[in-house]
């Protein structure tokens, strides 16, 4: 895809505020609000009252749990195929030749995941540093009007790296590839006997509550990212010669990802299933602790 010569898109996978606040009626700047809940809350997943209630001005709303996502594979959230992929985004207005900016308001986990998603599939993507938060807390402009949305055609185009199976991390990880796994450290940790903790043999942990601020949805400084990938054994120096980011669900890898491609360490991929799927077979290895 090619971008218009009238859109100054910065380096890296964020914008700021100031940049989309410029930017935000460009007509080839599409926006999605990924606004959600975590897993776990016993309230609605998808904050679509919240979205109902003010958004940002042209802004899409997307369910993270439902759109984009492959309904019939059995395990959960992994990325829809790309024809459903493909419709999906032509029905919210979304070209080939479009940039996507994505945001939420729980540590960019679910914008980092759509963004992610879009790359995936051979789009230009950026993230809102501060995501909700900040832009409402500056008074920025917010409404409740629901946008019109044009059908578009989008072209899925693959690039296959950046989605992992677990097939796939299986032989990466014979080949000496290193994981980072983006869970809270104290399911990293785990505790044999308590399901869904521990974490794949090797991986490194780099939580995702580290790297964004929840109070203010902004992203850690670069040096901040670069001492706590270090602190994990990712020198940004000498970074792997294959990394890829793992989590409960493929969702908050993504922050891993982004957060690391800020600090000049390539991230190869995201293991869509991560330990959902890994930890699912009694027979796989699980670890305990930190890593040696």
């Known amino acids: 895809m090619s971008m218009p ?23 080839n700047v599409r926006v999605l609000d990924v606004r959600g809940r975590h897993p776990s809350s016993a309230l609605p997943h998808a904050k679509t009252a919240e ?3 003010g958004h940002i001005p042209g802004a899409m709303f997307v369910d993270w749990e439902h759109d984009f996502i492959d309904v019939g594979d059995p395990v959960p959230v992994q990325v829809a195929p790309a024809n459903a992929f493909a419709a999906r985004a032509g029905e919210l207005g979304i070209g080939d030749d479009d940039l996507v900016v994505t945001y939420d308001d729980y540590y960019g986990i679910f914008a980092a995941r759509v963004a992610w998603a879009f790359r995936y599939y051979g789009a230009e993507t950026r993230v809102l540093d ?13 409404t409740d009007a629901v946008a019109d949305c044009l059908p578009a055609t989008f072209t899925a185009r693959v690039r296959p790296r950046l989605r992992r199976t677990l097939a796939d991390v299986v032989d990466a990880r014979d080949r000496g590839a290193m994981l980072v796994d983006a869970r809270p450290r104290h399911l990293f940790l785990g505790e044999q006997g308590l399901a869904n903790t521990g974490h794949i043999p090797g991986a490194r942990c780099l939580p995702y509550q580290e790297l964004v601020d929840g109070a203010t949805g902004l992203w850690a400084a670069p040096a901040a990212v670069a001492r706590l990938a270090r602190d ?41 299933g991560s330990f959902n799927e890994w930890g699912a077979d009694r027979d796989r290895p699980v670890e305990y602790g930190a890593p040696a």
């Open 130 to 142: 501060g995501g909700w938060l900040t832009w409402k807390e500056e008074g920025r402009p917010v």
């Open 5 to 27: 010569p009238d859109l100054q898109l910065p380096e890296g996978p964020l914008v700021t505020a100031d940049w989309l606040e410029r930017y935000v009626e460009h007509p």
């Open 232 to 272: 994990a054994g990712i020198d940004p120096d000498r970074p792997p010669c294959e990394l890829i980011a793992t989590c409960g669900s493929g969702v908050s890898a993504t922050v891993a990802m982004l957060a690391l491609e800020r600090i000049g360490v390539h991230c190869d991929g995201v293991y869509d």
């Open 51 to 53: 979205y109902s209630a």
